[in-house]
């Protein structure tokens, strides 16, 4: 399945790998367009949005099948190798992706993610997005208040909140339905053959608030990816980008300097 690019080139000549950003659940490629925007300023970037988010095509989320629809698209786009930088959901694609293809990818870095299963409540809140009753018309304001019923936490609440098709027949404009019949998967971690190991440059970076990096994955993170460093962002939940977006463009820069 070929996705939604939102690309961007610098101004001068480039340097390095391309750098691709992968979103998490119920996000898409512009809500990295912060991220984006810093890194592509020297690198060729390239946010995408993930099936059945954004503007691509719906269909069932697994992980392989994902990693399938990455590695299409920056094939078509001519570029591979890259650096992947994932939240979330988006993180758990970008570490399949260079467990099963570490020679198209250069580099690796995971915004509040482990390589395991996880479970925090995203499957709930999906069930009460796709029942959610939609008045015949919606305007931004009154989004916000029926949102706040099933999202009483404003980031959240902002999330989901792009996905709205506000004005005359409001609805989701993603495929939902595809999402929550797919959380099991989205929540799993794939089987991973034994061998299949990504030794390339690999930067964790955890919220300290967040439940989704403890202590008990810290040994899967270091036998799949044996370079791995982790960093914990003080005060900050899962949507760290999100809630400290410069500290994170610090850690993030840093480590693409490196590469």
Do not use: C
């Amino acid at each position: 399945m070929r996705l939604n690019v939102i690309e961007r080139r610098p101004e001068g000549g480039e340097t390095g790998l391309p750098v691709v950003f992968l979103h998490g659940l119920f996000g898409r490629a512009r809500n990295l367009g912060f991220l984006q925007r810093q890194v592509s300023r020297t690198r060729r970037t390239l946010a995408l949005d993930l099936r059945s988010h954004g503007e691509s095509p719906h269909g069932r989320l697994d992980y392989p099948a994902m990693v399938g629809d990455v590695m299409e698209t920056l094939g078509a786009y001519d570029a591979l190798p890259a650096i992947l930088i994932g939240h979330s959901m988006g993180g758990k694609v970008a570490m399949v992706m260079a467990l099963q293809h570490p020679e198209r990818v250069g580099g690796l870095l995971v915004g509040d993610m482990a390589p395991a299963r996880t479970g925090h409540g995203q499957g709930v809140l999906g069930e009460a997005m796709l029942h959610l009753h939609f008045p015949p018309s919606l305007d931004r304001q009154e989004a916000t208040e029926l949102l706040q019923t099933i999202a009483p936490r404003r980031e959240v609440r902002d999330l989901i909140l792009q996905n709205v098709r506000l004005g005359d027949a409001p609805g989701w404009e993603i495929g939902l339905r595809e999402i929550v019949d797919s959380m099991a998967n989205i929540e799993n971690w794939p089987y991973m053959p034994e061998g299949h190991v990504y030794d390339g440059p690999t930067l964790f970076v955890r919220g300290e608030n967040s439940p989704y990096v403890g202590p008990e994955h810290l040994a899967v993170m270091g036998r799949l990816f044996p370079n791995y460093r982790l960093e914990t962002m003080a005060g900050v939940g899962h949507w760290l980008h999100a809630e400290d977006p410069r500290r994170f463009s610090e850690l993030m820069m840093t480590f693409l300097a490196g590469i």
